[in-house]
């Protein structure tokens, strides 16, 4: 089936400094990928959306100078949090559609911001 | 537009009796429907999905459920729980054919299933 890696799984930083996480389809392509934000004992809240070759869509509310999105290719998109406090504390979670119309999810990205 | 609620933010049940996690959407167009399951501090799995084949969907792990338009609902049942089943579980729409769209999510619901 389709699988989707992300790294790191867990991240602790210091506040002011910026985190790259990774999200990877590992047996297929996927020209669309999607990263959402998760916080404790609540739902996925959807951030962006990242097209492969051009600029991700990112969702009302949602600082794209803040969260950096880039899919450079069609099996690696990535997320970086730039300038991280506290507030960014969250669980972070990466999809990408596979040839099944389906999405399917990595396993998520804890980042704790000291 | 649509949404999707669940019902119950927190099930609990007895090892070896039924589950039953309520889901309704509202949807302008026929939607395609998805249950995931997130297990703690884990990405999300899907359990199963609906794109106007049959009503009645089977999916992993002995998870199924039946999408009644007349009822807007799309019910996860399971005969008999285990404690492996405990779990976050998610209700899912999306408009079909259109996969490279975003998800919308319910709530959740959290199943505790008692030994």
């Known amino acids: 089936g389709a699988v989707v890696s992300q790294h790191p799984s867990w991240v602790i930083c210091k506040s002011g400094t910026s985190v790259k996480i990774e999200c990877r389809s590992l047996d297929f392509q996927a020209t669309t990928m999607f990263w959402y934000r998760q916080f404790p004992k609540q739902s996925l809240m959807l951030m962006a959306t990242?097209?492969?070759?051009?600029?991700?869509?990112?969702e009302q509310g949602v600082e794209k100078d803040k969260f950096l999105i880039n899919h450079a290719s069609l099996t690696l998109s990535t997320l970086t949090v730039t300038s991280a406090h506290p507030e960014d504390s969250s669980f972070y979670i990466c999809?990408?559609?596979?040839?099944?119309?389906?999405?399917?999810f990595g396993p998520g990205t804890r980042l704790t911001v000291l | 537009a649509q949404s999707v609620t669940q019902l119950d933010s927190h099930v609990s049940v007895s090892e070896g009796t039924p589950v039953l996690l309520r889901c309704n959407y509202s949807s302008s167009y026929s939607p395609s429907l998805f249950w995931y399951v997130q297990h703690p501090n884990k990405g999300l799995q899907l359990l199963l999905k609906?794109?106007?084949?049959?009503?009645l969907v089977k999916g992993i792990n002995g998870f199924e459920a039946e999408f009644k338009k007349s009822e807007t609902s799309f019910h996860l049942t399971k005969p008999s729980a285990h404690m492996s089943d405990a779990a976050e579980y998610f209700c899912?729409?999306?408009?079909?054919?259109?996969?490279?769209?975003?998800?919308?999510f319910g709530s959740g619901t959290r199943l505790q299933v008692q030994p």
């Open positions: 899912v729409v999306t408009l079909p054919g259109t996969g490279r769209r975003a998800l919308t």
């Open positions: 990242s097209n492969e070759g051009s600029k991700a869509t990112y």
């Open positions: 999809s990408a559609i596979g040839g099944d119309d389906t999405q399917y």
């Open positions: 609906y794109t106007s084949a049959a009503t």
